[in-house]
């Protein structure tokens, strides 16, 4: 059995964990890929005290690493699209194959990158791009292969699932968690990219891609992120049966793909409603399985690392066999992927959540309800709390049948320009997920 020689770029959480996987775990590992899989070169800017590199040649310079002649399989864990992709590119220029867990990367960059590969005859891998540990781009490229992927749900940003877990479980307010989070280190020192759904964006765009048989398209990502939750949104949620989680939502139908990233009011009983913390999980809905839910670690060093070492057994698996890729980068052959049209968020219809301070006086709730009817939006509930002593204006809070999000757009701004009714209008979107 020739041994598949690793060189890793980046030795911090994912990288180290990468490297103590391959060592701890060598026997299994090798049994598995029916070849030694063993790491020759490392680089990194410093040495991580984690790991020990006795054996290995260590370089300071990356480049180094992508245009060694001893390395089969490049693994890139330094992150960002700009250094990152030029590495991916050299390596796979050198005739090496690639292993990655950059989601921003492959979503913004993928096509480009898998037609280069392509052309080099060697392939790209990115299962720790998505979910962590979860294997769900797998489950997506192969599990699955057999059905037509009706839509798919996911929670995949674990620091917004821990914040929206928190304030609904303590009441307490996002700025507190989010606080909490950075410095339990779920959160970075700039989350904007956590809870303003740009990294669960880059995740949607590599599933739907996955599922649907289209082209990387992050621009087309509709993104919503959870600042403007507050604990009483999750409050009223509870009391009408529902959670509210931070979804990545794709969907196919007969106007095209649906992809958004928002918050979302789900009934408490569904499976998604119930994953909570730093988890992450996706649910499928496929036209021969039904549904099926893929649950677990979303980040960390030793889950990130299991799907990246999962991907060089893979690797070395089909180098074993003299093959370079069993299965397309995208799930479905280059020919095969379709360029299908993204649905205008104006026109994606959803039942609506709707949260405004109106006065507490007669006619408010009809001139409400009026405004609705004209954009022939069916209210299906309404709650009005009462007021406290001396408050003027009272909660109202309104579940809607569903609408196009254009309807329901016009509606909250005529709602916002009533004198009895104060400040902007929460709305967030609800959907049922059966599963």
Not at 108 to 119: R, V
Request: proline content about 4%; aromatic content about 6%.
């Amino acid at each position: 059995m020739q041994a598949v020689r690793i060189g890793i770029c980046g030795l911090g959480t994912v990288g180290s964990g990468t490297f103590n996987v391959l060592r701890e775990n060598a026997g299994e590992i090798a049994a598995r890929a029916q070849a030694p899989v063993l790491v020759v070169h490392v680089g990194a800017r410093r040495d991580n005290p984690a790991c020990d590199l006795t054996g290995v040649r260590v370089s300071r310079d990356i480049f180094a690493v992508a245009t060694d002649p001893e390395v089969d399989v490049l693994v890139e864990l330094i992150g960002g699209t700009t250094v990152a992709r030029e590495l991916i590119e050299t390596a796979i220029r050198a005739g090496k194959h690639v292993v990655t867990a950059n989601k921003a990367l492959i979503a913004e960059f993928g096509n480009e990158l898998f037609a280069l590969a392509a052309e080099y005859n060697v392939a790209v891998r990115y299962e720790a791009a998505v979910a962590g540990g979860i294997p769900i781009i797998k489950a997506l490229r192969e599990g699955l292969a057999g059905n037509r992927i009706e839509w798919l749900a996911g929670i995949i940003n674990g620091t917004g699932n821990f914040i929206l877990s928190e304030m609904r479980d303590h009441g307490r307010e996002f700025a507190d968690v989010l606080a909490e989070a950075q410095a339990l280190g779920y959160a970075e020192a700039d989350p904007t990219f956590d809870v303003e759904g740009i990294d669960a964006a880059h995740k949607l765009v590599i599933l739907a891609s996955l599922a649907f048989g289209i082209p990387l398209q992050f621009s087309s990502v509709y993104t919503e992120g959870i600042t403007g939750v507050t604990p009483q949104d999750l409050r009223y949620a509870e009391e009408l049966g529902y959670r509210i989680k931070h979804l990545g939502i794709a969907k196919q139908g007969d106007r095209g793909v649906e992809l958004r990233v928002h918050p979302t009011l789900i009934p408490a009983d569904r499976l998604l409603a119930n994953v909570n913390g730093v988890k992450n999980a996706v649910l499928v809905e496929g036209s021969a399985v039904g549904s099926t839910l893929y649950y677990g670690a979303g980040a960390g060093g030793k889950p990130t690392a299991s799907a990246v070492v999962a991907d060089l057994v893979d690797l070395a698996r089909d180098l074993s066999a003299g093959q370079i890729s069993r299965v397309p980068s995208l799930s479905f052959c280059h020919e095969s992927l379709q360029d299908l049209p993204i649905v205008p968020m104006a026109e994606v219809e959803t039942s609506w959540y709707l949260r405004m301070e109106a006065d507490d006086r007669p006619g408010v709730l009809s001139r409400i309800a009026t405004i609705f009817s004209d954009q022939g939006i069916s209210i299906e509930a309404l709650i009005q709390k009462a007021p406290q002593a001396g408050q003027t204006r009272v909660p109202l809070i309104v579940l809607t049948n569903r609408a196009p999000q254009g309807k329901v757009d016009i509606a909250v701004q005529q709602i916002e320009e009533l004198d009895s009714v104060a400040g902007r209008v929460t709305r967030i979107r609800v959907e049922v997920l059966d599963g």
